[in-house]
């Protein structure tokens, strides 16, 4: 069975840096062709994806996004790292985890996610 | 960046069937996926592939698609199917994820 589970703070003021960690089960990392993915959703509306790293260490990230994002991964301990900096309030938003696999490139499953509020 | 279209809302009877739409661009040259999002939970995959159903989804979940449209189809609704549901596909150009604006389905 394929879990996932987002951490990282619940609160963060603006302009610092936010680090989730995507900690999962069920499957690794190493393993050619899984991949995993953060998209986050603002209170009330759409999702967004963020970035995605593969087992192989390649990285994808949003346009809108990339110079602010980083995407990481610890095989060892089934973990995926994203850090987002210069933080402001209209990142405040649900982030979430979720597994995809080349050649299929729909998400199931995601994690519960983890809300982050951004505010002094 | 590629972009597709949903209805910001949906509204149905009970036992109906409620047709959810999501248009784009050649989307007919994309695979489409759809999850479902109920309140405070996280999405659920419910159609991948355009049409294939993951194992666990009742049958009363389909999907299709047509030219620049595609569709999910939930027959015989029910009040458990209150949620928001979103499509997805994948740009190949960019190899980036764009998820549609979201459709709130009510069972009236």
């Known amino acids: 069975q394929v879990t996932l589970k987002e951490s990282g703070p619940a609160l963060v003021k603006p302009t610092q840096t936010l680090t989730l960690t995507c900690t999962f089960s069920?499957?690794?990392?190493?393993?050619?062709?899984?991949?995993v993915s953060w998209i986050r959703q603002p209170p009330g509306k759409a999702l967004e994806w963020l970035a995605r790293i593969d087992w192989d260490d390649d990285k994808f990230y949003s346009t809108s996004l990339k110079t602010r994002l980083t995407i990481s991964k610890d095989t060892s301990r089934n973990q995926v790292v994203l850090t987002m900096t210069n933080l402001d309030p209209v990142d405040t938003a649900t982030y979430y985890c979720?597994?995809?696999?080349?050649?299929?490139?729909?998400?199931?499953?995601w994690g519960q996610g983890t809300p982050v509020n951004v505010s002094s | 960046s590629y972009v597709v279209a949903q209805p910001p809302s949906v509204s149905v009877a009970p036992g109906q069937t409620a047709r959810i739409t999501c248009g784009g661009n050649?989307?007919?040259?994309?695979?489409v996926h759809w999850y479902q999002q109920k309140p405070g939970q996280a999405p659920v995959l419910v159609v991948f592939?355009?049409?294939d159903r993951p194992s666990g989804i009742p049958e009363r979940f389909s999907g299709s698609k047509s030219d620049n449209t595609a569709t999910l189809t939930i027959s015989r609704v029910e009040a458990g199917d209150v949620a928001d549901y979103y499509c997805q596909v994948w740009d190949s150009s960019s190899d980036h994820v764009v998820f549609g604006g979201g459709t709130k389905l009510t069972v009236l």
């Open positions: 979720a597994r995809s696999e080349l050649g299929a490139s729909w998400f199931d499953p």
């Open positions: 069920g499957f690794s990392l190493s393993t050619s062709g899984e991949r």
């Open positions: 592939d355009d049409s």
């Open positions: 050649n989307i007919g040259g994309k695979s």
